[in-house]
């Protein structure tokens, strides 16, 4: 049998020196999985508390007023549906109720407001969609309650809706652009502040629950379609004051040198761009090119620039993004890059091609030109009030962004204003008021084969800019020819109302 060998002192206290380490090993290895045990959880508890938030506050409002949500009328036993009110006092959205108690909605103005204000039954759409928790609430004060409290058990009247819309000028509009489909939006440029907006073929809200099964069986007019906001178009002619703002930015040392000789048509590869008409404008500078309108001349742009900056540029002025806006609205489309081919880049240069703009989205980028070159956030409603007359909320003119330099601005003023003294527009020029504009001729179809819409976007007093329109009307034709005379009605109708801003 083996003696064991006995362990000096020293080695003992090696021994328990490593098994001590060992231990303590251990212990650090247990202690960092637990913490990341722990700091895992504190982590998904912190982004669901986030998420919460988000929801709660964020998103509440969009919640709330979407179509989808089964307790967006949870309100309705208790409160009497509140009023839309014009910006001139006149009721655009109203409840009647009868001695029975049974509710009724009432649309006085009809189809002239149908889808802005929308409606509130077989479904929700517009302000009665976007501002339904609000017209199913009472901000009375609590006096006011219980006076009008005679045990009934009787409803009480919920908030209205104060609105930017105005009824006169909204009317004007309506009547202007008459049998055509299409949509017109008439803004401020420097509050965001929508005094119009109309879409049609329209309806009658008052008899959407009778008319509703041909309304959403009719998918070749898309009547329900607010246009305004979510119907989506080229942009034909008027997409060239974003080119004309690319080309000076990727040629800031000689766009001003700019020289193009128009024979009515270019040829590349296999792709012709022809000016309308087969028109020769023979030699232009960048100014005239844009006044008169000459697609070989901003082809020939389009081939110059930079695709991906190009790209850049469209996304900051909100092609592919959301519009700072809480209306329902479509994201408008821009895909050029350095990739496209020449054909890609002629006709995007022009308005063609794969891009497609709401005229919403072309009124605020009218109004950021008219603007200085800074972007508004359009809004609806001036202030929601308490059926005893107190002031609920209110809107205040809101800045998005400055989205292009005060000179930039001014630059396209000046060509926009050509268009209307020498260009494509000079149907303006002939009233007391000043105006700046483009006009565009959108092909859509297959090679343009369908039609051809008809597009207007400027604005008044050039000076001191006053009101943006922009008018689309399908298949118009040209711009000149539809657009520009539905826009002159507007423009007087306002001045006709506000004629002060004349002065």
């Avoid at 009375?140 to 045990?151: E, F, M, P, V, Y």
């Avoid at 309304?215 to 119907?231: C, F, W, Y």
């Avoid at 630059?411 to 003294?421: C, F, R």
């Avoid at 711009?479 to 002060?500: D, K």
Wanted: hydrophobic share 35%.
């Amino acid at each position: 049998m083996t003696k064991r060998k006995k362990r000096t002192s020293g080695e003992k206290i090696k021994v328990r020196e490593v098994r001590l380490e060992q231990e303590n090993t251990e212990v650090s290895t247990r202690n960092l999985e637990l913490g990341i045990v722990t700091y895992f959880f504190i982590f998904m508890f912190l982004i669901l508390i986030g998420y919460l938030v988000y929801i709660n506050v964020y998103k509440a409002d969009d919640l709330n007023s979407s179509a989808y949500n089964s307790k967006q009328d949870v309100n309705m036993d208790k409160y009497i549906r509140g009023s839309i009110i014009s910006s001139d006092g006149n009721v655009l959205a109203r409840t009647d109720v009868a001695e029975d108690g049974t509710e009724n909605r009432i649309y006085p103005y009809g189809n002239t407001f149908a889808h802005v204000v929308g409606y509130s039954s077989n479904g929700k759409a517009g302000l009665e969609a976007a501002y339904n928790t609000e017209l199913l609430s009472s901000n009375a004060s609590i006096l006011t309650q219980i006076k009008d409290d005679d045990g009934t058990e009787q409803k009480l009247k919920g908030d209205s809706l104060v609105v930017t819309l105005n009824s006169e000028l909204q009317y004007a509009a309506y009547q202007a652009l008459g049998s055509y489909n299409g949509a017109v939006v008439a803004l401020e440029p420097d509050t965001g502040k929508i005094l119009a907006m109309v879409s049609k073929p329209d309806f009658d809200p008052n008899q959407i629950e009778v008319l509703w099964d041909s309304l959403i069986n009719d998918s070749s007019s898309s009547v329900l379609l607010n246009r305004a906001t979510q119907g989506l178009y080229p942009p034909g002619s008027t997409f060239k004051i974003l080119t004309t703002l690319a080309y000076m930015r990727q040629q800031p040392g000689s766009y001003r040198d700019f020289s193009y000789n128009c024979d009515s048509r270019l040829t590349v590869d296999d792709v012709t761009i022809n000016c309308y008409n087969n028109n020769v404008h023979g030699q232009e500078d960048l100014k005239s090119a844009f006044a008169h309108s000459c697609n070989t001349a901003f082809a020939s742009i389009g081939l110059e620039l930079d695709g991906d900056e190009f790209h850049d540029l469209c996304e900051t002025f909100l092609f592919n993004k959301a519009l700072p806006t809480s209306l329902m609205h479509s994201t408008s489309v821009f895909d050029l890059d350095s990739g496209s081919s020449y054909g890609e880049q002629m006709t995007t240069a022009i308005g063609q091609g794969n891009t497609l703009v709401t005229p919403l989205h072309m009124a605020l980028i009218t109004a950021t030109v008219a603007n200085d070159g800074i972007m508004m956030r359009p809004y609806l409603v001036d202030h929601i009030e308490a059926y005893d007359g107190t002031t609920v909320t209110s809107s205040k003119p809101s800045k998005y962004k400055r989205l292009m330099t005060a000179e930039e601005a001014r630059i396209i003023q000046s060509y926009m204003t050509e268009t209307v003294t020498s260009g494509t527009a000079t149907a303006l020029s002939w009233y007391g008021f000043t105006a700046a504009g483009k006009t565009g001729s959108a092909e859509y179809g297959a090679s343009g084969s369908e039609g051809t819409h008809s597009w207007f976007v400027g604005y008044s007093n050039v000076e001191d800019p006053d009101l943006v329109v922009v008018v689309l009307a399908e298949d118009g034709g040209t711009g000149s020819e539809t657009a520009v005379p539905v826009a002159s009605q507007i423009f007087q109708a306002y001045y006709n109302l506000f004629p002060e801003k004349l002065g």
